[in-house]
């Protein structure tokens, strides 16, 4: 285990001087020995005064339970990662994309939010041949959802490769976090993947909370954690319902449209915001909670989950239900960890990687993960997502029953540690989401790294749809339900 | 079958009684349109500085907050207690100006030509374009389509192509990476078409107002009928302010 990088625990700071400055073939060799046990939660460049990059990695070490920091001085091009590991496949197309910065020897160095060439116009997988046709989907789609630009090229009915061209949503979120906190940060920060709205705040609470030396009670963090996973449960109910939707399987699909509304109504029952909005803040909470709200959560929790069971019984319990997933959209266990696939995606797969695990924070507050062990098609991503529930169900009633209370708490934000960095993982609904928080030497953000799980599990859904018919891509698509936004950003 | 049947009869009948015969229920800290009263000039000072995205307007030495820019993040209300967002949720409005909310009593203006009700009748085809944002938007006006809210009895539909669309309804600040692809959605729509800018970001920006990246919203880029405010709005909200741009009658009020 003996290791040259800085080890850093979950929700903790360390100074960026600590964080050990390596020769660049050392640093890439030290990283893909490490990629055997570890896997990449980010990976970016820093520019300084003198034209040169810092190229900064974070590993996440399961055994070690934390991260592992490193970070090496290079000019104009540097020999790329993903060759070797094509988990870093759209890290170092975001550093040549954002810097210019060459990595030497990467296969194929797309745009991959078309910040500097117009958006969709590049070169894209092609296949030749009289009886080969190509399906161009997108950026806008038929449904109500986020722009993405789909290319499936197709033999007959059987689709041999998938395309994911992203980038539409692309709003320079972290161009915008630079020189921050500031009145917009937080805001900026709920709006990375508005569904994971309360993930991304506990997120940045933690590191504002470890920058600034701030500390929170126990009962508001597990009011946080509570509202976290009332966020988890409204996502994967709305997720199970549109699946069900897909197959044409109408009971599931209208209770549960109706029942994530349940959910959605009991965070704006913290908060006011049905996303959780405005809740969750560093060092606090901006609306309190009293004994009367947690007796109504509570009794709302009672009332409703025993309807929620009962329209996801019904659908895993109908045979023509399973027979559409089942062996629908398999991604093997060994291509999801060659991607670099995490959350409840990559469990569903078998791949053991779980951030409340792996990383878990000092409180060990959470809900209990779920031992998951699938194949990797459609069935187990959405089983997964009903076993995630039940565990949700299981912390939200154990919470709700003692519920720790607490007042709005709105401590005055002091000076953040000049010249550290701070990383934080949640396990959000879709998976883990890492921020990665750089302070310059007037305690502003010098740089704010937001890594949402879709950017690790894009690749995921287009090799989801290798020798499937197109007709089962929208329930691959909502199997895995990625976000745009949380990837453009 | 039968499963499926017993089921239906546990779950019950949950279409809600919006806007037909009944005020929508909202949560006690729902922040609905703003309502300012007599406000100091140093409380103005301290609101301006902690508004994240500028929302305070002194236009005609009379202080407004601008729901097309309001995040309804309450920060302000916090700070100054001149300030209360109610349980106001018809927000939604024709015309930019009618978005700025002062210290006068509020009833949610109507449309002033009723063309849209001639030409489309009873129904609305609505062609929904995504163009940056968050994705909130989309998730909250899905919602509709919901059987709680079941926009489809009034005749609200949502369509697969522009070419079959009544309307436009634009979510998010239109990134750049969007904008051509807006522009040939409300190409493609028959005329005449209506135009929606669904949630703050598609009004003014919202929290990505001046980002390199993005348009400050739909405004200029095409001319809209009805803005809807919110961040993201309540689905409450959303299909008051539509079914009144349908020329139907405004929605009951919270009392």
Redesign the interface.
């Known amino acids: 285990m003996n290791s040259n990088f800085l080890f850093l625990k979950n929700g903790t700071a360390a100074p960026w001087s600590d964080v050990p400055e390596m020769e660049f073939n050392y640093f890439r060799t030290e990283i893909l020995k490490k990629m055997g046990s570890c896997r990449v939660l980010a990976f970016f460049a820093l520019p300084e005064t003198d034209g040169t990059f810092l190229l900064t990695a974070v590993l996440g070490d399961p055994q070690a339970q934390g991260f592992l920091l490193a970070k090496s001085r290079v000019s104009g091009k540097f020999a790329s990662l993903t060759a070797e590991h094509a988990a870093f496949n759209r890290f170092e197309r975001e550093i040549y994309e954002e810097h210019g910065l060459l990595p030497e020897g990467h296969p194929w160095l797309k745009p991959l939010?078309?910040?500097n060439v117009?958006?969709g116009v590049t070169d894209y997988f092609a296949m030749l041949g009289e009886a080969v046709h190509e399906v161009a989907v997108g950026?806008?789609h038929?449904?109500?959802?986020?722009?993405g630009h789909f290319r499936f090229e197709c033999m007959g009915e059987d689709v041999y490769s998938l395309e994911i061209s992203l980038?539409?949503?692309?709003?320079?979120v972290e161009?915008?976090l630079r020189n921050g906190p500031d009145?917009?940060t937080?805001?900026?920060i709920?709006?990375?993947?508005?569904?994971s709205?309360i993930a991304a705040a506990v997120n940045y609470a933690r590191i504002v909370e470890a920058l600034g030396n701030i500390p929170v009670s126990p009962e508001i963090r597990t009011i946080r954690q509570l509202a976290l996973e009332l966020e988890r449960c409204a996502n994967h109910i709305?997720d199970l319902g549109a699946l069900a939707g897909d197959v044409a399987f109408l009971?599931t699909a209208?209770?549960c449209?109706?029942i994530?509304?349940e959910y959605l109504?009991m965070s704006?029952?913290?908060?006011?915001?049905?996303?959780g909005?405005?809740f969750v803040t560093p060092g606090g909470l901006?609306?309190a909670v009293d004994q009367e709200l947690a007796d109504k959560l509570l009794a709302w929790l009672n009332r409703v989950a025993p309807?929620l069971w009962?329209?996801l019984d019904?659908m895993f319990?109908?045979p023509t239900v399973l027979d559409r997933f089942e062996n629908t959209g398999t991604v093997s266990a060994a291509t999801l960890r060659e991607l670099g696939a995490v959350g409840m995606a990559a469990r569903a797969g078998g791949v053991a990687c779980d951030s409340r695990k792996d990383f878990p924070m000092a409180d060990g507050l959470c809900a209990e993960p779920v031992e998951f062990s699938g194949s990797g098609d459609v069935a187990s991503r959405a089983r997964i997502r009903y076993e995630e529930l039940k565990k949700s169900h299981e912390f939200l009633f154990k919470v709700l029953k003692n519920m720790p209370l607490s007042p709005a708490v709105?401590p005055e934000l002091s000076l953040l540690a000049p010249g550290m960095i701070a990383v934080s993982v949640t396990e959000a609904w879709r998976g883990e989401l890492c921020h990665v928080a750089l302070t310059a030497v007037n305690g502003k953000f010098r740089s704010y790294k937001i890594i949402d799980p879709s950017f690790h599990n894009w690749e995921a859904l287009a090799m989801a749809l290798r020798d499937e018919q197109i007709s089962n891509f929208p329930i691959c698509n909502k199997s895995f339900n990625l976000?745009?936004?949380g990837h453009?950003l | 079958m039968w499963?499926?049947l017993k089921?239906?009869l546990?779950?019950g009948h949950?279409t809600g009684k919006f806007p037909v015969s009944a005020p929508p229920s909202l949560?006690?800290?729902?922040?609905g349109r703003p309502e300012i009263s007599q406000l100091s000039n140093s409380e103005l000072e301290a609101c301006m500085?902690?508004?994240?995205?500028g929302a305070f307007t002194t236009a005609d030495d009379k202080v407004a907050i601008d729901t097309g820019k309001c995040?309804?993040?309450?920060?302000c209300a916090?700070v100054c207690r001149s300030i209360k967002f109610g349980k106001e949720y018809r927000l939604a409005a024709m015309k930019r100006e009618d978005l700025l909310a002062d210290g006068s009593a509020y009833t949610p203006p109507h449309p002033e030509d009723r063309q849209l009700a001639e030409i489309c009748g009873r129904s609305l085809k609505i062609?929904?374009?995504?163009?940056?944002?968050?994705?909130?938007?989309?998730?909250?006006?899905?919602?509709l389509?919901?059987?709680?809210w079941d926009m489809g009895r009034f005749g609200i539909q949502?369509v697969?192509?522009?070419r079959h669309a009544d309307c436009i309804l634009v979510t998010?600040?239109v990134?750049?990476?969007?904008l051509?692809?807006l522009k040939k959605?409300y190409e493609a729509a028959p005329r005449p078409v209506w135009v929606i800018a669904c949630g703050t970001c598609a009004i003014s920006g919202g929290?990505?107002a001046g980002?390199?990246?993005?348009c400050n919203g739909v405004e200029g880029i095409l001319d809209v009928d009805l803005y809807v405010p919110g961040?993201?709005p309540?689905p409450a909200t959303l299909l008051e302010g539509i079914m009144r741009l349908m020329g139907k009658k405004s929605g009951p009020e919270v009392k």
């Not at chain 1, 704006?268 to 996303?275: D, K, P, S, V």
């Open positions: 939010r078309f910040q117009d958006p950026p806008v038929a449904g109500v959802i986020e722009p980038g539409y949503q692309h709003r320079g161009k915008l009145a917009r937080p805001h900026l709920e709006t990375a993947a508005g569904d709205s709305g009971p209208s209770f449209g109706r994530r509304g109504n704006a029952e913290l908060c006011g915001n049905r996303f909005r405005n901006t609306c309807e009962n329209a019904l319990d109908s709105l976000s745009y936004c453009d | 499963k499926a089921s239906r546990f779950q949950r949560p006690p800290r729902f922040a500085e902690i508004c994240p995205v995040i309804f993040c309450k920060k916090r062609r929904q374009v995504s163009a940056g944002g968050c994705a909130a938007c989309e998730l909250d006006f899905n919602v389509n919901t059987l709680a949502v697969a192509s522009p998010g600040p990134s750049k990476n969007m051509l692809a959605s929290i990505y980002s390199p990246e993005c961040c993201p309540h």
